[in-house]
């Protein structure tokens, strides 16, 4: 049955309707974690012990960056799939991720200077985890600007799933970077095989938010694989007969 | 598997462990240039260039913090718990700054063996804690320093 299941979702037109019966569940489910995230986040959990208020911006910063390494690796996997199989809908869930991702990025970047200002004292430095966070940045934007700049769309996701899975060997190196090297960054909290080293109660809001994340990445892949859809197949029967029943 | 699919996939399979071993490399030959800092036992070896900057970073050494009359010097010692460097600094510091914590000094060692920084940035450990826990974990650890556990002094 789960086989069957994969095999219909590879038709771009089953992919289609159930994506559009997914979306509002998926939307409101993020709303709900999100809500419950940050209150518990910015309102009940405790202060921390050094750093005081400031550690909150945490509550967007890491699941962001947790985000923009999943989105990646979904990527790269999607990619896989792709040039192997030729499969049109893991070519769409390619091209989809890639500014979700990049928005990710950008904003654990951006969140991460804001945090650094007042902890470390500085905005921005060239270590391990900082500069490689930023070459995933460049990677995202490059898969984006590869992708819209070949016409045949079959082409282009071949292309942009070769430069991703070029790219998957920043993953494991922004994750280890932090042992592998000195780094201003502090290690890992909570992925690591160990004990996270967080308080429970700021640890279930970080988790929550984790969570909300991923689902509102959910909600946007299947909106933006949508639309990738009906543009792919604007010359097809369905797409057609679709758009004129709307017309009515 | 057709065989064309297991084509593909073993050039794919290829490629990305082509290109890891070649980041690996790369990654091993820059090792040195990608430490962000020294340590302080690096510095007294020798390892840390002489003639221009780096940083060097460790935890502030408990008792060591001394104001400069002037009021903007400070002069404090950073140590990795086998080795001490003094480190002299002008400006204002992060507020993190204080004894017992990790820093990270941006700056140059001078004819006395003195780092003198000019910068100075605080580096935070991973551990996320209410400040009740921090006080309760502090209190057991300094009682079990006090008094030392029966067992230790039998065997």
Known sequence: MIIRFFHQMGSPRYFYNVAGKLVPW???????????????????APPDYQQGESYRIMYIHVPSA??????????????????????????????????????????????????????????????????????????????????????????????????????????????????WWNTLHQPASVTKFDKPSMDISMLIPLLTMAISFKLYYGAVVLMRARAEIVERERNSRWVQEMVEQEAK | MNPIRKKRLTLIGLMVAGIGVAT?????????????????????????????????????????????????????????????????????????FREGQGIVAMGQLNQDGIFIASEVLAKHDENYMPPEVAESLKTAHDEAVANPQPQASVQ
């Open chain 1, 66 to 179: 947790w985000m923009s390494m999943f989105i990646y690796v979904v990527m790269a996997v999607s990619g896989l799939i792709s040039l192997v199989w030729r499969i049109k809908m893991t070519e769409i869930v390619v091209i989809s991720s890639a500014a979700v991702g990049a928005s990710f990025t950008f904003l654990a970047l951006a969140t991460g200077s804001l945090w650094g200002k007042p902890m470390w004292g500085t905005w921005w430095v060239w270590d391990a985890r900082l500069t490689s966070e930023l070459i995933l940045l460049f990677l995202y934007l490059g898969i984006i600007a590869l992708h819209s700049a070949i016409e045949d769309k079959r082409v282009a996701a071949r292309a942009v799933s070769i430069l991703a899975l070029v790219g998957v060997v920043n993953i494991p190196i922004i994750h280890y970077s932090v042992e």
């Open chain 2, 24 to 96: 690996w490399l790369a990654l091993n030959a820059f090792d040195e240039n990608l430490m962000f800092f020294f340590s302080p036992s690096e510095v007294v070896e020798g390892k840390a260039p002489e003639a221009h900057p780096f940083r060097i970073g460790g935890l502030v050494q408990s008792d060591s913090v001394k104001r400069k009359p002037d009021g903007l010097t400070t002069a404090f010692s950073v140590t990795d718990n086998a080795e001490a460097v003094t480190v002299e600094y002008t400006g204002i510091l992060p507020d993190l």
């Open chain 1, 26 to 44: 998926f939307m409101v489910s993020f709303l709900i974690t999100l809500v419950f995230g940050l209150y518990y986040g910015l309102f009940v």
